[in-house]
């Protein structure tokens, strides 16, 4: 078309993208270091599956249409992009094509086809997207002006190039190629019209307009194209739709959760630390890379929204919000973030003692001094979390949101010193007797009274160790459970032992809540324990304990084979070590613990074991699975009063009570404690009996 | 032989019966007895003294004393101990007499025990038993040297039916007021809510009143006994109790004589707010609720038919 | 202003306290502040905070106190004394108020807060015993308190018919009562930083005494023997007739419980 101004307009737009995009990625590997570059496999993998093939949009039931919806238009972006490279090259040379793209060969007229298809979809697509937001308007989304100029801009581009290729037809076929456009003619093949029905429907929209308005429309069209999307290009890192280029990226690295990935062990003998309170997160400048890509690709598409907990029962932990007012604090000191990583990097090379001393002053005044939590992010926010993941879970764009909120209660509790102190007591209890109400550690081991149980101390040579947990040694509704767990291992003939008044809390709810310091004395006291009497397998009913047995111990020295009781209750049954009767009437459901589904991919075991018990039906709750709904006590909520808005146990009480079923089995002591409160309150606990797996396979056993 | 000098409890106007079962217990190790009474206004009170097992009567009669004072109260009874020639100083339980006992001991070099259970006399070599550890055990403790002020758990001692004294009245100099420490003001208990804290009977309701005409309903009974009201959380976290009033482990810690729960089953939560108190009441409809595990006295029953029944039993006792 | 605090190490009342043979079973007992101790350290450094005191605790026998006192560096308090002497072995309240007076009298103290009792030997008499000897004014069972001026506070006393409010010109010893604050969990970074302090450990002849001075020797009382308590079980529980089973419980608790 005109290869000066085709020139100039990308070496334009170009610039100012390539500025834009150092400026970005100049920030981002000035924050803090993350090890993301690892088990590149698997990564691939992560990306062709969630971001290419949009997993949690077409894959997800819920709202699958907009997946689809937004699917397409992703997909034929992609397939696009080719086109646009030889829409480039036509304002170069005309006729120009992709090599095996030609009118020579089949791909090409194959390609044209796909493309004209293709362009049909996302522009349908496009406007169902307008309908959605404009006239459905689903509660999660926000509308912004930014999202309706993008869908504008979309749209425009695809019926430019549609009426571009419109017009061509009309100036080939109907008025006879007056400027001798090429178009693709292989005898073999035929006419390129012949493949794009589309094309020569939106030539039919204008072909009575004459060959000079046809003409027109060819040039208009053509410029158009090209500079909306030179346009869109710029306008894409300035908002939301950045994580139309860093979704690929952020998926690509997101974390590979356990066994890859475990929290961060933070070094607290480390004084430097302390003293550039650079424990847990504070200030904007301590994020990680990763977390600051998050931030980038965040697309405010609100579906954790959607399946928070805490968000649903109106508590203020909006995540989106989360990310954005982070992702502004973050950009607004970019400069000085920046300018710090460079200071940082030149002290390497500093032999003067005097001159390191002033570097690091310098550098410490470009770190900003305002507090994350109460300047930028409210108290309530941050501490409302129960850490359930469901938000991690739905997020297409792989965000990890959980993560960076444990890392911020920690700089909290570690540097700031401010959490809600209605932990006390169930801190002071931790610290003083292993267990989070404070009874004496003497008393640990009164629930086994009378059932007959080996301690570690006895005899060692067993094959397992029974670690009861705290609920479980303590808590009269849990120490039922135990019980009944027990007498399915004495029955099925396992050898096995507990550590009695030995063990501790894992410590769980001490990191969960940021108070770093706790969780790593109780880790480092257990681990000595279970070390000393060289223990390698443990069972457990509390996937609390699991998690932070299985995945946060072996960073301090403890590497065991953590098996939850509902996996090895499954195998005892596929063993034959037990029989079932399936003797329990009425309808049953199953609630998944958080921290056994989502965090430990365990949802088949506790099926399996209750269809054996159970005559009646294995009905599903709505919300189950992959996505079940909190309990409301994890993140250290248990230990918390719920002021604020309506109780999640009470949301999922609600929940089961409209599912219609006589009993409800849980998987963990949390679980029991929270939605048999419900049931109480409710006034249902008498017609719906909530009972863990080990209690209903005890009863069920022969 | 013995001389057991007895700290007279006034409170609002009326000798408590602590003062009688004091001077009960001292008459029953053969000792003399003398009552020494502190206050305001307080010479009508010198018949019900003597009634109570006096056979002398000390009185601090001063309008300088109408209000509690740890120093100028430690002053009366060192003067009666003195006069009386007392080597046993008893102080019936209370924060008055927990706060002057250990002045008087002092002042006087005596040995001091706060709330004893027991006291025995071999000899002249006093015995006395108390609990230590949080109540969790009870020592036996042998005082070295003649002269013991104790504080008495309440209830301890027992009266003496038909107990007599003797009138001899020996009027007290007033003491010198503490300049150093001025009382300046009173915030008496008898209006509004009474503090959980302090309170002597603490009556808690729980998920089994289900609502507010069960939590009214027990807080008659509260009322009628001037007792705390509290709450378990089940009821602050359905809103039908204020969280100031939570009993618990993430509220409040009470230790009273006496403990009323009612329809509470008894969670860790809540017992490690109550378990020091006393003695434990439980009304509940659960047989296995946990709460009976530590309730003195158990009643399994519905609280909405064992309330009103309990409110008129209390007034027929108390009359 | 400077404040003394005094913090006794004591069995952690969380556990069960067996008696064997007239004494208290050892075997398997933690050691930890005394509760009420933790509530005086907190309302010393809340003065501190508040009205820029100086703090400086006190702690007598115990063995090796230092985790203890470390603790109370963290949450805030500024100087340490331990006064350790094999001779305190059987010290009773008067003892370590004697002890306690040799200390406060080689300081220049304005105000000493003690916990209201010991919950080893729930006597509550130590506080009030120092104030005599000092001859200082003192209030016990504190549960408010409020600093008016360099030489006076105000404070708060739980009493038989209501709160006094009392006025004390300093110096003047406190005792505090369980319901005045929260004791703070101890500032991670004051944990770190209590590790480097020093603690001035003394016997009773470097704090310038002897045993005969502060009465070791010479108890006024002595412990002949512990006997086991009733462990808190469940009583008596009734069921039947309601009318009939709370009436028998009413007269149980007036007359065997002894609560009306």
């Keep these: 078309m005109n290869p000066l101004l085709i020139s100039l307009l990308i070496i334009v737009a170009l610039s100012v993208f390539g500025r834009t995009m150092f400026g970005k990625i100049q920030l981002l590997k000035a924050l803090e270091p993350a090890d993301r570059v690892n088990h590149l496999k698997e990564r691939l993998m992560n990306m062709v599956i969630l971001a290419i093939g949009q997993k949690r949009l077409v894959g997800r039931a819920k709202e699958r249409s907009s997946g689809i919806m937004h699917a397409f238009i992703f997909w034929g972006f992609c397939i696009l992009l080719i086109r646009s490279l030889t829409l480039y090259g036509e304002g170069f040379q005309q006729g120009y094509h992709l090599p095996f793209l030609g009118g020579d060969y089949l791909l090409g007229y194959l390609y044209v086809a796909l493309k004209d298809i293709i362009e049909a979809i996302v522009l349908l697509m496009i406007i169902f997207a307008f309908f959605r937001r404009a006239v459905l308007k689903p509660k999660r989304m926000h509308n912004t002006f930014e999202a309706y100029l993008v869908l504008g801009l979309i749209g425009i581009l695809m019926a430019s190039d549609l009426l571009y290729d419109g017009a061509r037809y009309n100036l080939i076929q109907l008025y006879n190629n007056p400027g001798s456009i090429h178009y693709f003619n292989n005898p073999q093949y035929g006419s390129e019209f012949l493949w794009t029905p589309i094309s020569v429907a939106a030539a039919s929209l204008i072909s009575g307009l004459g060959v000079d308005a046809n003409t027109a429309f060819l040039t208009i069209m053509f410029w158009l194209h090209i500079c909306t999307q030179l346009v869109f290009l710029n306008l894409l890192p300035l908002g939301k739709h950045f994580h139309v280029i860093t979704a690929l990226p952020n998926v690509f690295l997101k974390s590979l959760g356990y066994p890859h990935e475990k929290p961060k062990l933070l070094d607290l003998e480390d004084e430097a630390a302390w003293e550039d309170e650079s424990l847990g997160i504070n200030h904007i400048h301590q994020l990680n890379w990763k977390q600051g890509l998050d931030l980038y690709t965040c697309t405010e598409c609100g579906r954790c929204k959607e399946v928070c907990p805490t968000y649903t029962t109106d508590k203020p932990l909006n995540l989106h919000e989360f990310n954005d007012k982070l992702k502004q604090e973050l950009l607004e000191n970019a400069d000085n973030i920046i300018k710090k990583a460079k200071l940082s990097s030149t002290i390497e090379q500093i032999e003067d003692s005097a001159q390191i001393e002033k570097l690091k002053e310098e550098i410490n005044a470009l770190n900003s001094k305002k507090q994350l939590i109460g300047e930028v992010i409210a108290e309530d926010t941050l501490w409302a979390c129960t850490t359930c993941r469901a938000c991690e879970e739905v997020c297409p764009v792989a965000i990890e949101h959980v993560p960076r909120i444990t890392a911020m209660r920690q700089g909290q509790f570690l540097m700031a010193e401010a959490y809600p102190k209605e932990l006390n007591p169930a801190l002071k209890g931790l610290e003083r007797n292993g267990n989070p109400w404070g009874i004496g550690y003497d008393k640990r081991a009164d629930w086994a009274e009378g059932l007959d149980i080996k301690t570690m101390a006895d005899d060692q040579n067993v094959d397992y160790l029974l670690w009861v947990g705290c609920a479980g040694s303590f808590d009269d509704r849990s120490k039922k459970v135990t019980t009944s767990l027990v007498r399915i291992l004495q029955k099925a003939g396992i050898s096995f032992a507990i550590l009695g008044i030995e063990e501790k809390c894992t410590g769980d709810y001490a990191r969960r809540v940021g108070n770093e310091m706790l969780f790593q004395m109780m880790a480092q006291e257990n681990i000595e324990t279970l070390n000393n009497y060289n223990v390698k397998k443990i069972i457990t009913a509390c996937p609390h304990c699991l998690n932070t047995l299985k995945h946060e111990y072996p960073p301090m020295g403890g590497d065991y084979d953590v098996i939850h009781h509902a996996e090895f209750i499954d195998q005892l049954v596929q063993k034959g070590k037990i029989q079932l009767k399936q003797s329990l009437a009425g309808a049953l459901t199953y609630h998944d613990p958080c921290y056994l589904g989502r965090y430990n991919n365990i949802f088949d075991q506790p099926r399996s074991i209750l269809r054996s018990v159970s005559k009646g039906v294995l009905k599903e709750l709505e919300r189950h699975g992959r996505e079940s709904f909190c309990c409301g006590a994890g993140g250290g909520r248990m230990w918390m009063d719920e002021t604020i808005g309506k109780r999640i146990n009470l949301e999922r009480s609600e929940e089961i009570v409209r599912r219609q079923v006589s009993n409800v089995a849980v998987g963990c002591p949390f679980c029991m404690t929270m939605i048999e409160d419900g049931m109480k309150e409710l006034g249902r606990e008498e017609e719906i009996k909530t009972m863990d797996i080990a209690e209903l396979v005890e009863k069920d056993m022969a | ?319 | 202003m400077k404040i003394l605090t005094t913090v006794k190490k004591v069995v952690d009342v969380e556990l069960t306290i067996h008696v064997k043979d007239g004494a208290i079973v050892e075997d398997g007992l933690q050691y930890v502040i005394n509760a009420w101790d933790e509530n005086a350290v907190e309302t010393a450094v809340q003065l501190k905070e508040n009205s820029g005191a100086e703090t400086t605790l006190v702690s007598i026998g115990g063995g090796d106190n230092t985790d203890m006192i470390r603790r109370c560096y963290a949450m805030g308090i500024e100087n340490g004394i331990h006064i350790e002497d094999p001779t305190l072995g059987a010290a009773d309240s008067f003892v370590y108020a004697k002890v306690l007076q040799k200390v406060y009298e080689k300081g220049d103290y304005d105000l000493v807060i003690t916990g209201k009792q010991a919950q080893d030997t729930d006597n509550g008499q130590t506080g009030i015993i120092l104030a005599e000897y000092l001859g200082l004014p003192c209030v016990s069972n504190v549960i408010a308190i409020e600093v008016l001026d360099d030489q006076h506070i105000k404070v708060s006393r739980s009493g038989d018919a209501g709160t006094e409010i009392v006025e004390l010109e300093l110096p003047a010893v406190v005792t505090v009562d369980v319901s005045i604050n929260e004791p703070r969990l101890p500032a991670m970074r004051g944990i770190m930083m209590a590790k480097k302090k020093k603690i001035d450990v003394m016997d009773l002849a470097a704090l310038g005494t002897s045993p005969d001075e502060v009465g070791c020797a010479t108890p006024k009382s002595e412990i002949a023997e512990f006997l086991k308590s009733d462990t808190r079980q469940g009583g008596q529980k009734f069921e039947g007739n309601a009318a009939e089973i709370t009436a028998q419980v009413v007269d149980l608790l007036a007359n065997e419980a002894k609560v009306f």
Excluded at chain 2, 47 to 60: C, M, N, R
Excluded at chain 2, 146 to 170: D, M, P, Q
Excluded at chain 2, 265 to 273: K, P, T, W
């Design chain 2, 1 to 319: 032989m013995a001389k057991v000098l007895v700290i007279a409890e006034i409170k609002q106007g009326v000798i408590k019966s602590s003062t009688t079962e004091l001077l009960s217990k001292a008459k029953a190790i053969g000792a003399e007895t003398a009552v020494v009474a502190i206050g305001s206004n307080i010479e009508s009170l010198i018949p019900g003294l003597v009634s109570a097992g006096s056979d002398t009567q000390y009185v601090a009669d001063d309008p300088g004393l109408e209000l509690f004072s740890a120093g100028p109260y430690a002053s009366c009874v060192v003067d009666a101990a003195k006069q009386f020639g007392a080597n046993l100083i008893w102080f019936g339980f209370s924060e008055s007499g927990k706060a002057v006992a250990p002045r008087v001991a002092a002042q006087l070099d005596a040995a001091c025990a706060t709330e004893i259970t027991d006291v025995t006399l071999h000899g002249d070599q006093i015995e006395v038993t108390r609990p230590a550890i949080t109540n969790k055990v009870m020592q036996r403790v042998k005082v070295n040297i003649e002269e013991l002020v104790a504080v008495v758990r309440a209830g301890a001692f027992e009266a003496t039916e038909g107990i007599t004294g003797t009138e001899n009245v020996i009027k007290l100099s007033p003491p010198a007021p503490d300049l150093k420490a001025v009382i300046k003001e009173l915030v008496s208990d008898a209006s509004g809510d009474i503090d959980l804290a302090d309170a002597d009977i603490v009556i808690s309701v729980g998920r089994g009143a289900k609502d507010q005409a069960g939590i009214d309903l027990v807080k008659e009974l509260a009322n009628d006994l001037k007792a705390g009201f509290g709450s378990s959380r089940a009821m602050v976290d359905g809103g039908f109790m204020p969280h100031g009033k939570q009993v618990g482990q993430t509220g409040k810690i009470v230790a009273p004589n006496l403990y009323m729960a009612f329809g509470i089953s008894g969670a860790i939560q809540h017992l490690a707010g109550m378990n020091g108190s006393k003695v434990i009441l439980a009304v509940n409809k659960d047989p296995e609720a946990p709460i009976f595990n530590v309730a003195d006295y158990g009643i399994v029953g519905d609280l909405f038919e064992v309330v009103p029944i309990l409110r008129e039993e209390i007034k027929k006792i108390r009359t």
